[in-house]
């Protein structure tokens, strides 16, 4: 099937930046979304960005305007480049990708997950 793994995650200091990264393996013809989602601790998991394989990008309200999410269609990577991060930026990141394989059929992967602990 497919597997994801997210690196990148770390901590750092209110400010900061860090660069996720996901990378996708498996019997994969194409990733028709791929996206990043976060979840602190106590509360739900949250969208915070998504990429279509054509590139249109989608970001949470409160992401817009600081992280930046990117996609390799090549290596099969999605990126999340995040700036000005925040202490309520902490969370586990994961990794998403949806993939369709027929018009009714299209699922979802996740990755484990990295951590991003923002200092204040």
């Known amino acids: 099937q497919v597997q994801l793994v997210e690196s990148g995650g770390g901590l750092v200091q209110s400010g900061g930046f860090l660069r996720l990264s996901c990378a996708a393996s498996g019997n994969i013809f194409s990733i028709n979304v791929m996206g990043w989602y976060r979840q602190a601790p106590g509360k739900e998991r949250e969208l915070v960005a998504t990429?279509?394989?054509?590139?249109?990008?989608s970001y949470a309200a409160s992401m817009k305007g600081r992280f930046t999410i990117s996609r390799d269609n090549a290596k099969k990577t999605v990126y999340l480049q995040m700036n000005n991060l925040k202490p309520e930026d902490t969370a586990v990141y994961y990794c998403?990708?949806?993939?369709?394989?027929?018009?009714?059929?299209?699922?979802?992967?996740w990755g484990q997950g990295t951590q991003v602990t923002v200092s204040s």
């Open positions: 990429i279509t394989d054509g590139g249109s990008t």
């Open positions: 998403n990708a949806k993939l369709r394989y027929s018009t009714y059929d299209i699922y979802d992967y």
